[in-house]
């Protein structure tokens, strides 16, 4: 019931339903419900009304909890049959009602007729206390807002002015015109020996006659204002509405039809005006609850059902974790069911790709090294429910494609990193003069920490930027993009994500061929170890050097002195026993001011121990 509820509720704020829309549809078919209701009040269609409403309030109610529930499909198809077998018995049980609602609406004049004179009232009353006394059977008709023309051409068109004479002597017995009844409108008698539609026997006292049968059906089939002499008792009735008052003096005759006929204040008022509270009040509880279930039916009716390729992306609720998927993208078929102009749109949404979703994944799966793994496809399915998307359009997930669902979730950190320049352009060299920001936030995962510390800063790369330049020149290059260092399992995110550099173009490197690397013992190594060249081709080196091209000129600028020192440094702490150990040493050059040395040079000695020297 709950999940039913909730996803009315989905439903109803997603963008599938336009809210001032379903308000002037539940306001439409509640007018239609409240007519209606207004048509069956106080005949035998009100009992059958609240049984249909019971059956179809209840079936509704048991079917879509026990389907939302437990997904018995074939039950829902059988509730569908159900609804087409009660709107069949509907047409059946309210057949009467339906006719007479027909009737009404087809013959609603534009303009109500004036309301009859008081010398009619008069004629009217003064002819039944004459009928009344002789116990002559009467059935006069008086018309209000609906024609009644259409029940006037079976009988004997008159067309005279009401009196009391004429009335006495169409219903003298053995007249011609006596049987049946008579129609009035306005002040002529519009035709006498006029066939009435007869109400069911069930409707009235069993005791009754033919005429009042006829008064009844006819009060009921219209709004006319039907009155009644009885033959047998010379007791006078009037009809209204399908309700008959009966035992009526001329007194309460002649103010009932002035009420009911001559009284526009009265007469004319709106009927909420002149009802109950408690009778609006039971009317409400009828209409408003069949109002909406009619909605909610005609709401199911419009559903639709169909299948698409979804692809679900994870991002965590904590804005400082980082969730992956173990394995290829998650895409998978999975099957909606919702209003049909959302299915129609989502249709179009996931014609050509998958559509994507996005879980919401809560804190709850917090960071760990072990991968989490989701394995009931009840849960996935509502994962995937529960995504904004389909929140948002208002739909149920009815099953998915994917029973297994494995994600890792990462911490993410921030670090400080230097920013250096690297240059793509093998044609230019350049040094760098400024950079600035010098450092910048890189956000990664806490597990890629020991790679961002290895690479030790990050790179801001210029390529064609170069292109033109010559030796000596110096440019600022704004918004130069940085690129994290390579190797890092997940995203890295910098802050700023651009810098601002500026470099000098430097000449061409030189080569220096046949340098020779010296080497320099301290004394306390030479105590107590010997040092070996292990190869001399290493200390016979070629070097490339790189400056300004003015520098170049000089004679003494190409003059590059190597050189490697053996320390103190090298040897093994106090204690441990003197042995043969292979050492790389770097090698440090010394060149003219301007120059540089490209690159670096290492080469391999051996520590052999002294015999007899003290460790």
């Excluded at 509640?30 to 179809?56: D, E, F, K, S």
């Excluded at 993208?329 to 209003?339: D, H, I, K, N, R």
């Excluded at 917090?366 to 995504?387: D, G, K, L």
Aim: hydrophobic letters at 45%; glycine letters at 6%; proline letters at 6%.
């Amino acid at each position: 019931m709950g999940d039913m509820l909730r996803s009315l509720y989905y439903r109803l704020s997603s963008e599938a339903y336009d809210l001032p829309a379903v308000a002037v549809e539940l306001i439409l078919i509640g007018l239609c419900v409240n007519w209606c209701a207004g048509l069956l009040q106080g005949t035998r269609g009100t009992r059958p009304l609240r049984g249909v409403l019971v059956i179809l309030v209840g079936t509704t109610l048991v079917v879509r909890v026990l389907t939302a529930q437990f997904e018995w499909v074939r039950l829902d198809l059988l509730y569908s049959y159900v609804l087409y077998g009660l709107a069949f018995i509907a047409l059946v049980v309210f057949q009467p009602e339906l006719r007479r609602a027909v009737i009404r609406a087809g013959d609603v004049r534009l303009r109500r007729g004036g309301a009859p004179q008081s010398q009619v009232i008069a004629a009217i009353v003064k002819s039944a206390g004459y009928l009344s006394r002789n116990r002559y059977g009467a059935l006069i008709a008086i018309q209000r807002g609906v024609d009644l023309s259409g029940w006037a051409e079976n009988g004997t068109m008159l067309n005279a002015a009401v009196s009391a004479n004429l009335l006495n002597t169409i219903f003298f017995p053995n007249s011609p015109l006596h049987d049946l009844g008579v129609i009035i409108r306005g002040d002529r008698i519009l035709a006498a020996n006029c066939q009435f539609p007869s109400a069911d026997s069930d409707e009235v006292d069993i005791a009754l006659g033919s005429r009042h049968l006829a008064a009844v059906g006819m009060s009921y089939e219209t709004d006319a204002l039907v009155l009644v002499v009885s033959e047998e008792t010379g007791v006078i009735s009037l009809a209204d509405n399908g309700k008959l008052t009966r035992y009526l003096s001329l007194d309460d005759l002649a103010s009932e039809l002035a009420t009911r006929l001559g009284a526009p204040d009265k007469a004319e008022q709106p009927r909420w005006r002149r009802s109950d509270p408690r009778a609006i009040l039971r009317r409400a509880l009828v209409v408003l609850p069949l109002t909406l279930v009619i909605w909610y039916v005609a709401d199911q009716a419009t559903f639709a059902t169909d299948s698409y390729q979804v692809e679900l992306r994870l991002r965590p609720e904590d804005p400082t974790w980082e969730a992956e998927v173990v394995g290829p993208p998650l895409v998978f078929e999975a099957t909606f069911s919702g209003p049909a102009r959302a299915i129609d749109r989502l249709r179009i949404a996931a014609a050509k790709q998958a559509w994507p979703l996005t879980w919401a994944i809560p804190r709850a799966y917090a960071p760990r090294s072990e991968p989490y793994s989701i394995q009931a496809r009840e849960e996935v399915r509502r994962i995937v429910e529960s995504t904004p998307e389909v929140k948002k359009r208002g739909l149920a997930v009815v099953n998915v494609a994917l029973g297994t669902l494995t994600f890792n979730v990462h911490q993410r950190v921030t670090e400080m990193v230097p920013v250096d320049v690297k240059s793509e352009s093998g044609a230019v060299r350049i040094a760098v003069e400024r950079i600035e920001p010098a450092e910048v936030a890189v956000e990664l995962r806490r597990d890629d920490l020991k790679i961002l510390a290895a690479a030790g800063r990050v790179y801001a790369p210029l390529g064609r930027q170069l292109e033109g330049l010559s030796p000596g020149d110096v440019r600022t290059f704004e918004g130069v993009a940085l690129t994290p260092p390579s190797g890092l399992k997940g995203k890295a995110t910098i802050t700023p994500e651009t810098v601002s550099v500026t470099v000098r173009v430097i000449a061409q490197p030189r080569l220096v061929r046949n340098v020779v690397v010296r080497l320099f013992v301290s004394p306390e190594v030479a105590e107590r170890y010997q040092v070996r060249r292990n190869d001399l081709n290493e200390w016979l080196i070629d070097v490339e050097v790189q400056g300004d091209e003015a520098v170049f000129q000089s004679p003494s600028s190409l003059e590059v002195r190597a050189m490697v020192l053996v320390t103190s440094e090298l040897l093994p702490p106090a204690g441990q026993p003197a042995e043969e150990q292979l050492r790389t040493l770097p090698v440090m050059f010394v060149t003219p001011k301007g120059i540089s040395v490209v690159g670096s040079r290492s080469v391999q000695v051996t520590l052999v121990p002294r015999p007899g020297s003290n460790p």
